[in-house]
């Protein structure tokens, strides 16, 4: 992934259409495997932890006659701390300050509370909106119900809607088409051989925390914040990454260790195998723990982790 460079991006053809996508929803919907899928590469973290991603985070789409630029935003909830007020702020401007917003939903479940609290944000928007029904491929025989609560809302709202799944890719190809219809006429604002607008040391850590998700779960979840501390080049064979993983509990530390430091191999270990597949080269991962009392609640704390309100 290389740095933005101006001269690599060339002028659109004619015809050409191009602009911001945002990505909304409740938590653990399906939004960032969505746009991992759609841009053909993994640039944002999955887990089936809710309230995962944190940043907002742009993926980029270029076709033959588009590039559409994807903000995936965290899942709209209830916040119950800082972090989680700076979070649910951040996914509202970028309802306000995109092209078009595709509205996520999750297939397997009937319209909610959760989803109605997100329509009456975007009725609140002029951006034109597009209901995307997420997990087909894991519906049971309710689907025929369970489409219609939400095929309701879109009509409602004049809202076109499209069933697919991000993990198997069905369904996407017209939803591509759906959200090129949103685009105006409009240049290349990336090359377009690039997926991601973020610098590697941040996807560096966004994967050595969905590793921590996923062999920890519900020990000790959203109390966690990577910083990649140095990033080497030895000889061009190996790259050395050391990053500090920053909990809120000395008794999170101890997890995150495990005995002997066995959490803390496997967990290296895997996040070490997806660095590797992020920069095509081998890399040596040294990862360090440090506590951090109620970093979620200190507004200057989270700006020092990266958490900060999107102007």
Same mark, same amino acid.
């Given at each position: 992934? %290389?740095?933005?460079?101006?001269?690599?991006?060339?002028?659109?053809?004619?015809? #050409?259409?191009?602009?911001?996508?945002?990505?909304?929803?409740?938590?653990?919907?399906?939004?960032? @495997?969505?746009?991992?899928?759609?841009?053909?590469?993994?640039?944002?973290?999955? =887990?089936?932890?809710?309230?995962?991603?944190?940043?907002?985070?742009? *993926?980029?789409?270029? @076709?033959?006659?588009? +590039?559409?630029?994807?903000?995936?935003?965290?899942?709209?909830?209830?916040?119950?701390?800082?972090?989680?007020?700076?979070?649910?702020?951040?996914?509202?401007?970028?309802?306000?300050?995109?092209?078009?917003?595709?509205?996520?939903?999750? *297939?397997?479940?009937?319209?909610?509370? !959760?989803?109605? #609290?997100?329509?009456?944000?975007?009725?609140?928007?002029?951006?034109?909106?597009?209901? !995307?029904?997420?997990?087909?491929? +894991?519906?049971?025989?309710?689907? %025929?119900?369970?489409?219609?609560?939400?095929?309701?809302?879109?009509?409602?709202?004049?809202?076109?809607?499209?069933? #697919?799944?991000?993990?198997?890719?069905?369904?996407?190809?017209?939803?591509?088409?759906?959200?090129?219809?949103?685009?105006?006429? !409009?240049?290349?604002?990336?090359?377009?051989?690039?997926?991601?607008?973020?610098?590697?040391?941040?996807?560096?850590?966004?994967?050595?925390?969905?590793?921590?998700?996923?062999?920890?779960? %519900?020990?000790?979840?959203?109390?966690?914040?990577?910083?990649?501390?140095?990033?080497?080049?030895?000889?061009? @064979?190996?790259?050395?990454?050391?990053?500090?993983?920053?909990?809120?509990?000395? =008794?999170?530390?101890?997890?995150?260790? *495990?005995?002997?430091?066995?959490?803390?191999?496997?967990?290296?270990?895997?996040?070490?195998?997806?660095?590797?597949?992020?920069?095509?080269?081998?890399?040596?991962?040294?990862?360090?723990?440090?506590?951090?009392?109620?970093?979620?609640?200190?507004?200057?704390?989270?700006?020092?982790?990266?958490?900060?309100?999107?102007?």
């Amino acid at each position: 992934m %290389e740095e933005l460079n101006l001269n690599l991006i060339p002028a659109a053809p004619a015809g #050409f259409c191009s602009g911001f996508v945002g990505i909304v929803g409740r938590p653990n919907v399906g939004k960032s @495997t969505l746009m991992n899928y759609l841009v053909g590469q993994k640039i944002a973290i999955t =887990s089936p932890v809710a309230q995962t991603t944190r940043n907002r985070l742009r *993926g980029i789409l270029t @076709t033959p006659t588009a +590039q559409i630029i994807f903000v995936d935003t965290p899942g709209i909830h209830k916040p119950h701390h800082e972090l989680g007020r700076v979070l649910v702020q951040n996914a509202q401007m970028a309802i306000s300050s995109v092209d078009a917003t595709l509205f996520v939903v999750d *297939g397997t479940g009937t319209a909610g509370r !959760g989803d109605r #609290f997100v329509v009456d944000l975007l009725e609140r928007s002029q951006t034109p909106v597009i209901l !995307g029904i997420n997990k087909i491929d +894991q519906q049971s025989q309710e689907a %025929e119900a369970i489409n219609q609560s939400y095929l309701d809302i879109a009509a409602a709202h004049q809202w076109p809607a499209q069933k #697919f799944s991000a993990l198997t890719g069905e369904g996407l190809e017209p939803l591509q088409a759906l959200l090129i219809q949103q685009l105006e006429p !409009g240049p290349y604002y990336y090359p377009p051989d690039l997926v991601t607008d973020q610098p590697e040391r941040f996807i560096m850590g966004e994967l050595i925390r969905e590793q921590i998700l996923e062999h920890t779960r %519900e020990e000790v979840p959203h109390s966690v914040a990577i910083s990649i501390d140095r990033v080497e080049e030895e000889e061009e @064979t190996i790259t050395r990454v050391l990053a500090t993983v920053h909990v809120e509990r000395s =008794s999170q530390k101890g997890i995150l260790i *495990g005995k002997g430091g066995s959490m803390m191999k496997i967990i290296g270990s895997a996040a070490r195998q997806q660095i590797q597949k992020l920069i095509a080269g081998k890399v040596y991962l040294e990862l360090f723990v440090k506590v951090q009392p109620k970093w979620r609640q200190s507004r200057s704390r989270l700006a020092d982790l990266g958490y900060r309100v999107e102007s």
